[in-house]
């Protein structure tokens, strides 16, 4: 049973909102279904980017490129040189001292994980779904964080633990990810359109038809319930 059954990732992300609206700011394993998360409008981008609310929250825009890089994808239309693109800008943008202690992006981790440039999780996913002789419905997983890597912290990235592919029948993908601590007023809504526009991609290079996103959260919650109110428009 979802908490949440919406068919776009702003449905979906409203509806979260007034959940945690009703709760105190805050609710413990939010499970999230949207059925139609490749919907995306442009304008949602403008209307409902938590810096137009509050000086200092986050761009949306950035909130979506940590999980998808979208205007890269329209620009470059062949996946290893958006993968290579990606990744030159991405270091460079790194060696700046603001940056520096930044932990990255989640696009990062997908396609090179790690000190050593790991495997690239997101074109591996894509070549068993192009490559199987038969269907694997549970067989894709996505690691997002590393005891290696990644320290015990209260707050801060990375919250996207783990992603997997659900194959299902007629050649349709779900992606199903988990959040250990879910920002509803900053992320969520960006994290939603980001995946689902990762979906898209994975779908189309692979030769199947995106399907439902499916989002566990952990802690879902919000540091300020009258900003959160206002950008919802709840």
């Not at 007034?18 to 304008?43: M, V, W, Y």
């Not at 779904?129 to 005891?147: E, K």
């Not at 189309?204 to 995106?210: H, I, L, Q």
Request: hydrophobic share 35%; charged share 20%.
């Amino acid at each position: 049973m979802f908490d949440i059954s919406q068919e776009t990732c702003l449905e979906a992300w409203r509806s979260g909102a007034q959940k945690l609206l009703q709760n105190n700011g805050k609710t413990f394993h939010l499970l999230t279904e949207i059925s139609r998360p490749c919907a995306i409008d442009p304008q949602w981008l403008v209307d409902y980017s938590p810096h137009q609310v509050r000086s200092g929250a986050n761009n949306i825009r950035d909130v979506v490129d940590t999980i998808f890089p979208i205007t890269l994808r329209n620009r470059i239309s062949v996946r290893h040189d958006m993968y290579r693109s990606y990744l030159v800008r991405h270091r460079r943008a790194m060696r700046w001292n603001g940056n520096r202690g930044r932990w990255g992006t989640y696009f990062e981790r997908l396609i090179a994980f790690g000190d050593n440039a790991g495997p690239n999780q997101l074109e591996q996913a894509i070549s068993k779904l192009s490559t199987w002789p038969q269907r694997n419905t549970t067989g894709l997983v996505f690691h997002l964080s590393s005891p290696v890597t990644d320290r015990p912290r209260t707050r801060g990235g990375p919250c996207w633990h783990f992603g997997e592919i659900l194959w299902q029948a007629n050649n349709i993908i779900d992606l199903a990810v988990v959040y250990r601590n879910h920002d509803f007023f900053n992320k969520a809504l960006g994290n939603f359109i980001g995946l689902g526009q990762l979906l898209k991609f994975i779908a189309e290079e692979s030769g199947k038809t995106p399907g439902k996103l499916i989002c566990h959260s952990m802690h879902a919650f919000t540091d300020t319930k009258t900003d959160l109110q206002k950008l919802a428009n709840i």
